[in-house]
């Protein structure tokens, strides 16, 4: 954790968005991580992300674990909420936090150790559950925090720094996000900010739960020839299903594809995600599909990046738990407490 405060003096011609904010609005502090991690090109991204969208960073929570992965919060949206939760629980924390408050946009970060070794069951769940959130994996196969043991999304047969050899099968939580009814899949490379840009915007727009598993190469313990989460090994091997634009609702559409290769897919809040289709068989909508898709490319040892994977009728926990509209914080005692009479035809009902 750093307590580097960045000089607080904005150049005046800096530009603004819709909102009245510049693009060093949406930082935080100076960055603790290595020199050319992937990490700091995540936040970067996630900057950019929130400025084009006109989001006011108060408006903005964002949640992580522990890990290098999990300090980033840090290095960004310095003015929104945060809370860094245990190893491994982000994601009971930022449901809890959901449920309470629904008008906040909830930014959930994580690593490969802390979402798929020791928060596995916690990734499980709040994916099958449906939180209206964008769930960010800075995947690097590595615990880089703790000096670079295999988490379990490294391949087997991968090396480590000392030439260890990884015997274990790998986690792919795209896979796994899918398997357990995710609404927005996607996998992106902190190296190519054209296909992440888009993915986030388009991820925090959906409404439900929506995962980037982002190949993030920690360069301390896992940039080397054996590695597959290398920056060399994922630039050789990145197979991108499709190419993405994002569409806010307000936004003028204009059509500069040429018909045949392109889907559009109108979200629940009105925003259009275009994909430009680099696979004619590719289609974003079909779940099953994106599963042996995925798998097929695995085994030919390719890594599948683009919009996987969205529904655009999903539907939140809010909506299936048929709560309030609105944060609790805002309810009255005579909404928090309704009285005897109340409490009495509930339980009526259950007899
Ligand atoms: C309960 C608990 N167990 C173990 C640790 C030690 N620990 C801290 S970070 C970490 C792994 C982080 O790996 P990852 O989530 O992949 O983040 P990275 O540093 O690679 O970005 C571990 C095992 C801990 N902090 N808390
Ligand atoms: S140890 Fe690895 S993951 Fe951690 S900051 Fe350094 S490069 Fe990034
Ligand atoms: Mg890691």
Redo the contacts with the bound molecule.
Sequence with gaps: MTYLAKPKLHHPSLAKNRVGYTRRDYEGRI????A?????SISAAIIQACWELDIEPHRVAKLSGI???S?TPDYFLGNSHGFNTVHGRMPSVLTGAYLANRELIYLGVS?DGDSASIGLGQFAHVMRRGVNMTYLV?N?G?Y??T??QFSATADKGSKSKKGQTNNDAPIDLVSLALLMGATFVARGFSGDKTQLVPLIRAALAHQGAAVIDIL????????HAGSTKSYDYVREHNEAVNRLDFFPQRDEITADYGAGELIEVRQHDGSLVRLRKLHADYDPTDRIRAMSYVQEHAARGEVVTGLLYVDADACDLHEQLDTVGQALNTLGAAELCPGSGALEKINAALR
């Excluded at 960055?31 to 290595?34: A, D, G, M, P, Q």
């Excluded at 050319?36 to 700091?40: E, F, K, P, R």
């Excluded at 993030?216 to 940039?223: E, G, L, Q, R, V």
């Design positions: 960055s603790t991580l290595c050319g991690c992937g990490h700091d890990g290098c992965s300090k690593g800075e690097n590595v880089g925090l000096k670079g993030s190469p920690c360069i301390a313990f896992n940039n």
